[in-house]
């Protein structure tokens, strides 16, 4: 059983619809990241947040927002994804940034 | 910089048979090694760990010694089960000399092992 909780399991959208995934983590944790993982692929980073503000960004089309609310929980915003989107979306947190991370199960996202 | 060099697969065990998947590394910094298993239709999971050097991870019966001579951090299991059939990554986390490790984790290609009755 994974502590950190991914909603939804599921996606599929059109390239004109908005749509958000989900992350929470209740473990104190104060970095949360963001991950892309393609098949048989090792996971790409996003995005990380460390006490709730963005520190890294690695380049991300701006089509992904994130969204930090508050120390457990956190969001994607996707708009006007293309196919190449497609993809499992991993979150992730860690007690801090030279902790050790912790991942959920990941939205599975299809690009219709 | 930073990398993980991770064993290439598929690996493909028999039941009870031994199981090591290499994984060397370079780093700029002072690193902290992990493994990751990824099972069908999951995310990671955190197998193991080690912070420094000589240190060894241990979990479910798997290992993992951190050696700094050869930038290493094997797997091993003595006995490898039916149940162990999943995707294997290596991965490292590289601190600068204040500590600091800006939480990016760099991932080997991964390992998928299928281990038969």
């Known amino acids: 059983d994974t502590e950190v909780t991914q909603t939804p399991k599921h996606l599929v959208m059109g390239m004109t619809n908005k749509k958000s995934l989900k992350c929470e983590q209740h473990m104190g944790h104060r970095a949360m990241y963001w991950y892309k993982q393609k098949a048989k692929k090792p996971p790409e980073l996003m995005f990380v947040y460390s006490y709730e503000k963005l520190s890294i960004n690695e380049s991300v089309p701006s089509r992904f927002s994130p969204e930090c609310p508050n120390s457990s929980l956190l969001n994607l915003h996707l708009h006007a994804l293309q196919p190449e989107d497609s993809a499992l979306y991993l979150c992730?947190?860690?007690?801090?940034?030279?902790?050790?991370?912790?991942f959920g199960d990941g939205t599975r996202l299809s690009i219709l | 910089g930073n990398s993980v060099t991770q064993m290439e697969g598929p690996v493909t065990l028999s039941e009870e048979a031994f199981l090591t998947i290499n994984c060397t590394y370079t780093?700029?910094?002072?690193?902290?090694l992990f493994w990751y298993v990824q099972y069908p239709g999951e995310g990671l999971q955190l197998l193991l760990k080690a912070t420094k050097a000589d240190d060894k991870g241990s979990n479910k019966g798997f290992e993992a010694t951190y050696r700094k001579e050869t930038t290493s951090f094997h797997l091993e299991k003595g006995s490898v089960q039916v149940s162990d059939s999943a995707v294997y990554f290596c991965?490292?986390?590289?601190?600068?000399?204040?500590?600091?490790?800006?939480?990016?984790?760099?991932f080997g290609q991964g390992t998928i092992l299928t281990v038969h009755p």
């Open positions: 780093a700029t910094g002072y690193p902290s």
């Open positions: 992730a947190s860690s007690q801090d940034l030279e902790w050790p991370q912790h």
């Open positions: 991965a490292l986390l590289v601190a600068n000399a204040g500590g600091t490790s800006y939480g990016k984790l760099t």
